[in-house]
Structures are given as structure tokens and as C-alpha cells.
């Protein structure tokens, strides 16, 4: 989390793979929910994905991170296609946060970041009864990393709290440093500000930038145009499982097809759509 990104968006945009999802479909029975979707995320780039309600992005976030295996198609992360257990992904380098929030309740904030390091630790269930020397020093780095992650999320200073006792902003940036953990190369969100104030957007914007800026690359599903067209490189809109258009957010912004697009699922959306992008 050292390394500072100062490449110009341009570059980003046209730099090396580090996801690729090629023609993804994922059909539920008669449903097609996602149709025929190419999607490309570069490294230390930040990807948005739109589009109104049911357009399919979080049955395509969930082909994405192998919590569905694509009906056809394939996604290929970093070089390799995806493995098709979640567990997998998070070894090859992906985490992901939900749209409800899933933590620990009852454990501490810093017991909590300690889960997700636990996927890149070697003790198994004998050494921890034991507890010898080997587990204690790892135990002893994996709560250092743990706090470290804290710090960098700005939550430094409710490492004894219990996750539930969090405002809920705070349990959103909880469930990054969670994810940290995992040592990803990309971090998928689903929708990180749902439910929060217009100061813990504003947060989570800052916070999601310095993700970016020490190295890693992020997929970012949410409904708040403003903060999507301020944050990320690059735009895709779905609707209706199809891919409507993939460009920078200027593009995306003032491609008439997306209003129209949010004015033909409900007039919820469009106004919504249309408050945003005037603002
Ligand atoms: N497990 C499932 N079984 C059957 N149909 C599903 C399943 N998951 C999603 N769908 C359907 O697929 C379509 C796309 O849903 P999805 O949740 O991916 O959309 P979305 O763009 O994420 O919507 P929202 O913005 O409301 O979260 C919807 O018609 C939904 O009802």
C-alpha cells in the first residue's frame, strides 16, 4: 500500500488486462440476466457499472468474483480464466464487498480484518489447537497487518470495538479493510454507498482513490451517478443484460441513450438519472 499511481486516466485506460470477461451470459432458467457481455478492467484503473434497476450488474459482479460460473463464456483474471471457487478467486488476487453489509457483528473491527488474512495464512487447525511458536508469530503478523489495513481505511481507532457498535459508514469501510486483507490486485464493490450521508460518500470516494492509487484496480457497481462519473476511468451502462455503451464518463454522461434507457424502467431511476447529471 505503498506505491503512488500518478498515470494520467488516459493511460490507465489503455494499460495492461487484469480482467476480462468475454461474451459472459448468465441465464436463470428462461431468463437471460446477463447477455453476451464483454468487459475489460485494466490494471490500477477504476471500472463503474450502471444501469437501472435489474439491468443485470450484480448477477454479472457475481460472474465476475465465481460466485456464478457463466452459462457461457469466460472471465480470465490476470492471465488465467477464472477458477470456479470463490475461495480460488481470493487467492488469485480478488476480493469483493456485498451490497448488504456482511460482518461479524459480534467480533471486534480488527477480529474482523483478521478473517480475511487468514486466507493467506499457513497454520491449519492442529497448529492453532497447539499453538506453538510458528502460529503465535503468525498470529502476531496477522494482527499487525490487520491494524495496518485499520490505519489505512481510517479506522485506526476502533480496533477493540465490536463491528456492530460501527456507524454505518464505518462498518462500509470496515468491510474494505476486510477485504484488503486478502492482499487483492482488484477489489469489486457493490454499491460501497448505499445507505450512507452525503459526508460518508465523500469518504468513501477519498478512500476508494487511495485504494486505487497504491496499485490495485476496482469495479465499482452503484446507483449515485455523481459519485460514479467523479471516480472512475471508465463507464459501462447495462440494461437488460446488454451492454448499452462503455466509455469515460463524459461519454457515458451525455449519451442519450442512457436517460433513456433509466426512463423506460420507472420514473424512479430517470429522475434520479436526471438530478445527477444536472447537478
Ligand atoms: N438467482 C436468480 N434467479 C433468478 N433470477 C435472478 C436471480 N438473480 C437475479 N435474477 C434476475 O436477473 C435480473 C437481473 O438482476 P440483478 O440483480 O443482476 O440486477 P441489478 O442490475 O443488480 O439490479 P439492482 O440494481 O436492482 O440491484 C432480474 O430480472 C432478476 O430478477
Redesign the pocket.
Known amino acids: 500500500m505503498t506505491a503512488v499511481d500518478t498515470a494520467p486516466a488516459q493511460d490507465r485506460a489503455s494499460g495492461e488486462a487484469m480482467l476480462v470477461a468475454e461474451d459472459v451470459t448468465m441465464r436463470?432458467g428462461g431468463?437471460t440476466?446477463v447477455d453476451s457481455v464483454n468487459f475489460r478492467v485494466n490494471r490500477g484503473e477504476i471500472m463503474g457499472l450502471i444501469?437501472p434497476?435489474?439491468?443485470?450488474?450484480?448477477?454479472?459482479f457475481n460472474c465476475l468474483t465465481g460466485l456464478y460460473l457463466p452459462t457461457s463464456g469466460r472471465v480470465v483474471f490476470d492471465g488465467a480464466v477464472l477458477p470456479p471457487k470463490p475461495r480460488k478467486v481470493v487467492l488469485a488476487g480478488m476480493a469483493r464487498t456485498f451490497?448488504n453489509i456482511r460482518l461479524f457483528g459480534n467480533m471486534t473491527a480488527l477480529e474482523n480484518v483478521m478473517v480475511g488474512r487468514y486466507c493467506r495464512t499457513t497454520a491449519g487447525p492442529f497448529t492453532s489447537i497447539i499453538r506453538g511458536p510458528k502460529y503465535r508469530r503468525e498470529e502476531a503478523a496477522t494482527r499487525h497487518r490487520a491494524q495496518e489495513l485499520l490505519d489505512f481505511v481510517g479506522l485506526g481507532h476502533t480496533t477493540d470495538s465490536l463491528a456492530r457498535n460501527l456507524p454505518y459508514g464505518d462498518q462500509r469501510r470496515l468491510e474494505i479493510a476486510r477485504a484488503l486483507a486478502t492482499d487483492p490486485k482488484l477489489l469489486l464493490l457493490d454499491e460501497p454507498t448505499a445507505g450512507m450521508n452525503p459526508q460518508e460518500t465523500r469518504q468513501a470516494e477519498e478512500l476508494i482513490f487511495k485504494i486505487r492509487d497504491s496499485g490495485l484496480a476496482i469495479v465499482v457497481i452503484e446507483?449515485d451517478m455523481r459519485f460514479i462519473f467523479t471516480l472512475c476511468d471508465r463507464v459501462l451502462c447495462?440494461v437488460q443484460?446488454k451492454a448499452l455503451i462503455e466509455g469515460t464518463p463524459a461519454q457515458v454522461q451525455s449519451d442519450p441513450r442512457v436517460i433513456e434507457a433509466y426512463i423506460g424502467t420507472g420514473p424512479e431511476d430517470a429522475s434520479e438519472l436526471e438530478k445527477e447529471l444536472d447537478a
Not at 434497476?53 to 454479472?60: E, I, W, Y
Open positions: 436463470f431468463l440476466a444501469g434497476n435489474g439491468a443485470g450488474k450484480t448477477t454479472f451490497q446507483h447495462l443484460g
